[in-house]
């Protein structure tokens, strides 16, 4: 069940008149419970600004980045749609600016933009990405740990659109309808790419990989807590 951003958290550990003078400054309530926000979304958040930027130490920076901004935003939140919908649009917003920025960087690299794709899926300047080189022929008999690798690669490589689409549907195991809510793209259109998606990955590895995307990935408790103390490190500050 998502928090609502209602709800108040306390903590009275944390009050100032229990707290001896060598503990820590207390977190502010609100802070409080946008960790346990920040924990829920956590693996679903980061698979999605993955799947957006194609970087792992990208994506991190992408989450912190928009965590930053959906708590500075939380008076606005409305709650005409569903927390998660509202802090993936900020994913994909903040996602946009590090993408306009790498553009930047390198002249070679076409961005679509603001990752606002067209309902017809006609192909898209970011599906022309040449994509780093993976692994010609992988081995599918090798040990699962061996293959997860080998897919993970594989699916990292797919074009963005498509990547961004079965990272959603295939890895994290939303509906159609909630992916169509987190990308902002008509369901018909994530029907198409999750299915051109699935045809690349089967041309790559073979009928393998079926099924075993949802173990690819993984959002270890390192990363998590990684993120959490950074970003709370940062509304310390604000």
Known sequence: MELPFSTPVT???LEPSRRSPSQPPAR??????????????????????????????EAEDVLQDSYVRAFKGLPHFAGRSSLG???????????????????????????????????????SALEDVPAPPTPSDPVLSRESDEFRVVLQQAIATLPHAYRAVFMLRA???????????????????VKTRHLRARALLRT????????????TFEFLRDRCDRIVL?????LSQV
Do not use: C, K
């Open 85 to 123: 919908s509202w802090l993936a649009a900020i994913v994909r917003n903040v996602a946009v600016d590090y993408l306009r920025l790498r553009r930047a960087r390198q002249a070679a690299f076409t961005l679509e933009a603001d990752l606002h794709w067209t309902e017809d899926d006609a192909q």
């Open 11 to 13: 903590d009275p550990l």
């Open 28 to 57: 502010a309530p609100g802070a409080i419970a946008f960790e346990q926000i920040m924990r829920q979304h956590n693996q679903r958040l980061y698979r999605l600004a993955f799947s957006l930027v194609g970087d792992a130490t």
């Open 171 to 189: 890895v994290e195991g939303l509906s159609v309808e909630e992916t169509a809510d987190y990308l902002g793209i008509p369901p018909a259109t």
């Open 230 to 234: 950074r970003v709370l490190g940062r």
């Open 204 to 215: 790559e590895l073979g009928p393998a990989f079926e099924g075993r995307a949802g173990d």
